[in-house]
C-alpha cells in the first residue's frame, strides 16, 4: 500500500484523452471501444470463479497449515519440561535458523519466491526466542536488558546483510525492529535519559522514513516508521514536559507532524497526526483545558467486535479513498479488535469452538480484501485461540496436538484435491 496521494483514475483519463488526441480517435472509434469492453466484462465471469476458486483453495492452505503449526507448538510445549536444554535450543532456534536459511534460497528463486516472506517471518519470531532459551539455559543472570541487547543486536546484524543481499523490503523492516529493540535496552541497561533516547531514535527514523519515501522500492513501509518515528519523538516530549507549563510542545509537534504530511502528502502521518491532536486534549495533556481530570473508557465485548469491524470496514475504503489511506495497521488493529471481542465472548463456554470458525472467517475475508495484515491477524488469533483452548481442556495430553496436526494434513489434502477438481470442472 503506497503512502502517496495522486489518483490513478485521473492519470488514466489523462492518458486515455491523450491517446485519443495522438491517433484522432473520433465518437465511432469510442463506441467501438466500449462494446468490446462490455463484450470482454461479460465473458468475465469464467474468471471471476476461478478468482473465487483461487481464494476457497487458500483458504484451505492457510487452515491446514495453521493447524500443523499449532499441533507443533501445542505439542512442543507440553513435552517442553520433559526435553533437555539442548533439544529446547534445537526445537526453537535451530527451527528459527531453517526458516532463516529456507527464506533466502526461496527468495532467490522465481518459483519460490512467494514463499519467502512467510519464511522470513517465522524466523523473525522463532529466532529471537531461541537465543532467549539459549541464554536462559546455558547462562546465569539476572540483567533482562544485557540479555535483549544479546538477542536483538546480533539479529539486528544478520538481518542487515541479508537485506543488503537479497533487496526485500520485509528484511528492512526486521533490520528496523531488531535494531530499536536493541537500542532500547541499552537505554535501560546503561540507564540512559529516556526521553532523550526515545527522542533521538524517532527523529532518526522520522528523517530516514522521509528518505524512504523517496524511494518506490521501500514506501510501503513508510507508513508504519512514520508512526514510530512520529510516536517516539512525542514520547521523548512528553517524558519531559508533560503535566507541566511546557505541555503544549506537545501538541506543537503534533501539529507539526499534521504540517509536515500536508506537504508531503503521507497518508499515514496524516491520519496518526489527527489521532495525536485528538488524543492530546481528550486523552492527554490536553484534558485539563476541558476541565476534565481524568478519562476513562470501558471496552465490552460487542464494543470492540463493532469498533474492529468498523475499523476493517475504514481501512478497506480508505485504501481506496484520494484523499488519506489507511496503512495495514488499520486492518490489523481492526481484526484484532474484532476477535478479541468474539473470543471474550465465547471465553469458556461450550460455544467457545466456534471462534475458529470465526477466525476461518476472516482469514477468507483477509483474502477477498487481499490484506496481508489482516490475514497475519486472523491466524494469530487461530493460532492464539488454538493453543489456549488445548492448556484448558487437553494439559499435558500428547493426542489433542497430534490431532490437530493429523487434521491439518486432511485439509491440506483436501484443499489439493479441490484444486483438481475444480481444474478438472473447468477444462470438462
Known amino acids: 500500500m503506497t503512502d502517496t496521494a495522486p489518483s490513478s483514475k485521473e492519470q488514466a483519463i489523462a492518458q486515455i484523452l491523450q491517446i485519443i488526441e495522438v491517433n484522432r480517435l473520433d465518437a465511432t472509434d469510442l463506441r467501438h471501444i466500449i462494446t468490446t469492453a462490455r463484450a470482454i466484462d461479460t465473458h468475465d465471469v469464467p474468471s471471476r470463479r476461478a478468482v473465487l476458486g483461487q481464494i476457497v483453495l487458500r483458504v484451505f492452505y492457510y487452515l491446514g497449515g495453521t493447524l500443523v503449526f499449532a499441533g507443533l507448538g501445542i505439542y512442543v510445549n507440553t513435552a517442553w519440561p520433559d526435553l533437555t536444554s539442548f533439544q529446547r535450543v534445537l526445537v526453537t532456534l535451530g527451527s528459527g535458523f531453517v526458516a532463516y536459511v529456507l527464506g533466502i534460497i526461496f527468495a532467490r528463486n522465481r518459483d519460490l519466491e512467494k514463499a519467502a516472506t512467510p519464511a522470513h517471518i517465522l524466523a523473525f519470531i522463532l529466532q529471537p526466542v531461541g537465543i532467549g532459551v539459549l541464554l536462559k539455559e546455558y547462562f546465569n543472570g539476572n540483567d533482562t536488558a544485557l540479555g535483549a541487547m544479546i538477542v536483538f543486536g546480533p539479529l539486528a546484524v544478520q538481518q542487515l546483510l541479508t537485506f543488503l543481499a537479497l533487496k526485500r523490503a520485509s528484511l528492512l523492516l526486521f533490520t528496523l525492529l531488531f535494531t530499536y529493540g536493541f537500542v532500547g535496552a541499552a537505554t535501560v541497561h546503561y540507564e540512559f535519559d529516556r526521553g532523550v533516547s526515545a527522542l533521538a531514535c524517532g527523529l532518526f527514523l522520522y528523517l530516514m522514513t522521509v528518505d524512504m519515501q523517496r524511494k518506490q522500492a521501500y514506501r510501503d513501509l513508510t507508513p508504519v516508521f512514520f508512526t514510530l518515528g512520529s510516536g517516539l519523538m512525542l514520547a521523548g516530549v512528553s517524558y519531559h514536559v508533560g503535566r507541566t507549563i511546557y505541555d503544549p510542545l506537545v501538541l506543537s509537534l503534533s501539529l507539526g507532524f499534521l504540517m509536515h504530511a500536508v506537504l508531503t502528502g503521507s497518508r499515514m502521518l496524516y491520519v496518526m497526526s489527527l489521532l495525536y491532536v485528538g488524543s492530546y486534549f481528550f486523552g492527554g495533556p490536553g484534558r485539563f483545558w476541558f476541565g476534565f481530570n481524568s478519562f476513562y473508557r470501558h471496552h465490552y465485548e460487542l464494543t470492540a467486535m463493532f469498533a474492529g469491524s468498523s475499523l476493517v470496514l475504514a481501512g478497506h475504503w480508505l485504501s481506496r479513498a484520494s484523499l488519506i489511506s489507511a496503512s495495514p495497521l488499520w486492518m490489523f488493529v481492526g481484526t484484532a479488535f474484532a476477535l478479541?471481542?468474539?473470543?471474550?465472548?465465547?471465553?469458556?463456554?461450550?460455544?467457545?469452538?466456534?471462534?475458529?470458525?470465526?477466525?476461518?472467517?476472516?482469514?477468507?475475508?483477509?483474502?477477498?480484501?487481499?490484506?496481508?495484515?489482516?490475514?497475519?491477524?486472523?491466524?494469530?488469533g487461530l493460532l492464539g485461540f488454538m493453543v489456549a483452548y488445548a492448556q484448558r481442556h487437553f494439559a499435558n495430553s500428547l493426542s489433542w496436538p497430534l490431532l490437530l496436526i493429523l487434521f491439518g494434513f486432511v485439509v491440506l489434502l483436501a484443499g489439493f484435491a479441490f484444486a483438481r477438481l475444480s481444474s478438472r470442472m473447468r477444462t470438462a
Do not use: E
Not at 346 to 366: E, H, K, N, R
Open 340 to 380: 478479541g471481542g468474539a473470543n471474550s465472548m465465547l471465553f469458556d463456554t461450550s460455544a467457545a469452538p466456534l471462534f475458529a470458525g470465526v477466525a476461518t472467517l476472516a482469514i477468507y475475508a483477509a483474502l477477498m480484501l487481499r490484506s496481508r495484515a489482516m490475514l497475519g491477524a486472523a491466524i494469530l
